[in-house]
């Protein structure tokens, strides 16, 4: 089945991690702290208690996939504007910067014009707000994926691609499967310390102490991402690059999370405190004509694909015209055994008619075991007519 347009991929993830410095927020003395979330944890119907949780923002995440999404556009010939391939996503913030760096930078010539048209214009009409998205995002993939929100106008242009925080399940945070705790550390070098201490212009000390706040849980991340908004105008729905190229550029943004994912390249502290990540199980909802997000992944495992499935089936009874695919992923033939009971028990509980869909081709249900996340996206991607 190759879904045409209107396309929306929502994906929940599971993901075991073990002594992780992903996201620190601040540092106190020698502290560096953790991110924590307050989070509201249903006991029984009615009856709740607030638990603070390690968290990986959405911020976080986004910032690594953009970081991903920047070099897959540049290995294929894709524009990426000079600051996000840098990695300083400014995203065109003010005109004015870019008029003032332009002579030494080297910005397209899109770039150049808009900054030379709009960066000290007091009055902006909608045309010259589209023309200054058009410039933008046709100069800038990781921009025309990820958004941007410019002085001049205020231009804002919405992303397609959403992350949440990554937050413990709520079993584990239920059972005290989640922990966060203070690691000592100190350098060492106790003769380098005793003459620094007798010189009073270095103030740095040689030996230092410092703890490192680390987080151990079972996260779960939800991800989409508006498919066929990419290269399209957010004041015109009109075509902002050819049909060529925003297929291209759709491509990029499935497989800049691919290399997040397998490559586990994201968050903070890599060199470290590198984290034992094993992730547990993926599901993804490729829709046409509805943009359904799937189940929270942090609520218990059954329910996550239960309700995911049950949602998208009821939405499909609804709108007649929409067709879904669910893929599941699972790394493990344990895990994928746990799955296919779900499914079954899914199948019993929503009997023909659910059947019916799944042989109309309108509904279409698909797991997938193995090791590498990839294999994954590769389905997704195929399911887009994106595979390359
Ligand atoms: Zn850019």
């Not at 959403?162 to 399940?169: E, G, I, Q, R, V």
Request: proline fraction near 4%.
């Amino acid at each position: 089945m190759v879904l045409q347009k209107n396309r929306f991929v929502s994906i929940g993830l599971r993901m075991l991690i073990n002594v992780e410095a992903l996201n620190m927020v601040e540092s106190v003395g020698n502290v560096v702290r953790h991110r924590v979330v307050p989070y509201v944890l249903r006991i029984r119907p009615g009856h709740y208690v607030l638990r603070w949780v390690p968290a990986i923002s959405g911020e976080a995440l986004a910032h690594a996939y953009q970081l991903h999404l920047a070099e897959v556009a540049k290995s294929r010939g894709l524009p990426v504007c000079y600051w996000c391939s840098r990695g300083e996503f400014v995203k065109h913030f003010d005109l004015l910067f870019w008029l003032r760096t332009m002579d030494a930078l080297p910005y397209s010539d899109e770039e150049k014009r808009i900054a030379q048209s709009y960066a000290s214009k007091q009055q902006f009409s909608l045309s010259d707000i589209q023309d200054i998205e058009r410039a933008i995002v046709s100069s800038c993939v990781v921009e025309d994926v990820c958004g941007f929100l410019v002085q001049q106008g205020p231009t804002k242009r919405t992303s397609r691609f959403y992350a949440s925080f990554a937050l413990p399940t709520e079993e584990s945070v239920k059972s005290g499967a989640v922990a966060l705790d203070n690691q000592f550390f100190v350098r060492h070098a106790p003769e380098a310390e005793a003459k620094r201490a007798t010189m009073s212009e270095v103030r740095a000390a040689a030996q230092a102490p410092y703890y490192v706040q680390i987080g151990s849980a079972i996260y779960g991340v939800t991800m989409n991402f508006e498919i066929d908004g990419i290269g399209i105008s957010s004041v015109t729905s009109e075509s902002i690059v050819s049909d060529d190229e925003a297929k291209k550029r759709k491509s990029a943004a499935l497989d800049a999370l691919k290399e997040m994912l397998d490559t586990k390249m994201f968050g903070a502290k890599l060199t470290r405190f590198n984290p034992v990540i094993d992730y547990e199980i993926a599901l993804a909802i490729a829709q046409r004509n509805v943009s359904l997000t799937v189940s929270p992944p942090t609520k218990r495992f059954e329910e996550f694909i239960e309700h995911s499935v049950v949602r998208i089936f009821r939405a499909l009874k609804d709108v007649s015209d929409a067709k879904a695919r669910v893929f599941l992923w699972a790394p493990t033939s344990d895990i994928a055994r746990e799955v296919e009971k779900i499914l079954n028990d899914v199948e019993s509980k929503l009997g023909e008619e659910y059947k019916k869909m799944i042989e109309s081709g309108r509904l279409g249900i698909e797991l997938l075991v193995s090791p590498s996340i990839r294999d994954f996206i590769d389905r997704i991607k195929h399911s887009l007519g994106l595979s390359r």
